[in-house]
């Protein structure tokens, strides 16, 4: 397959492009620079431009482009360049696609579980309504500004993910130091569902989605990208400190997190979401890591 892919220095895409290569797949990676060889082309996800080659007869596209959520407070500058670089970008992207003459039959265009705001206790699938707040906003525009792929008869996916656990970044990432100093614990009162998944599946699952076998009826729409099985935050600390034979029990206050995040911390860390992978297991799909405590062996064991 040729896979055209956005996004691809970041956490997810440097993974997925390392497999994606690995198992013979050529990859074409849209840069916002001068392309420096053959592996890349241009794009002007802000401008509105796209080389149209790189397109043009491409069996699939991923789409991970987009500015941090979570790594930087939510000033109003931040909250707004977060929404540009995913909507316009997205846009950019879909109306070249629907433009090209040859287009790619799948384009599978990054999202996020933030849709579905605080559910609590509930669990929820993708057939859950939109949730409240900032996040659910995005989300619900983010996947929108991809119809013009659709309209043109690209079957589109949302892949809808939750937490990433990679020690090479994201927030499991950045906050394992602290863990591996004896300095982890809750957040806020740890009752909250937290929705997760392994960097290995999460490359596994998009892999899925845009397998060479999936027809141009199959997977569309949202699905999610979590393992099975939720877990509240305070089971989640409990588990990070097992696997590093570390204590895990200084709290974070919920008011420290506010002060230090702004806005994320309300529909970040601090809220409840326990959402569940209908359509991906339904699809057929087959975790390598479904619990947690392996799924962090494993993370951890490869670093």
Known sequence: MRVVVTGASGLIGTALVRALEDGGDEVVRLVRRAPSGPGEARWDPMGGTVDGKALDGADAVVHLAGAGVGDRPWTRARKKLIYDSRITGTRTLAEAIARAGDPPRVLVSGSAIGFYGDTGGRAVDESAPIGEGFLAGLVRDWE?????????GVRVAHPRTGIVLSAGGGLFGRLLPLFRLGLGGRIGNGRQWVSWIALDDTVAALRHLIG?????????????LVAPEAVTNAAY????????????????????????????????????????PRRLEESGFSFAHPELEGALAAVLGAR
Request: proline share 13%; aromatic share 4%.
């Open 144 to 152: 929108a500004a991809a119809a013009p792929a659709a309209e043109a």
């Open 212 to 224: 060479p076998d999936a027809p141009r009826d199959g997977l569309a729409g949202p699905v999610n």
């Open 237 to 276: 600390t409990r588990a990070v400190g097992r696997v590093l034979h570390r204590p895990a029990v200084v709290p974070v206050p919920a008011f420290a997190l506010r002060a230090a995040l702004l806005g994320f911390a309300d529909e970040g860390p601090l809220i409840s979401q326990r959402v569940v």
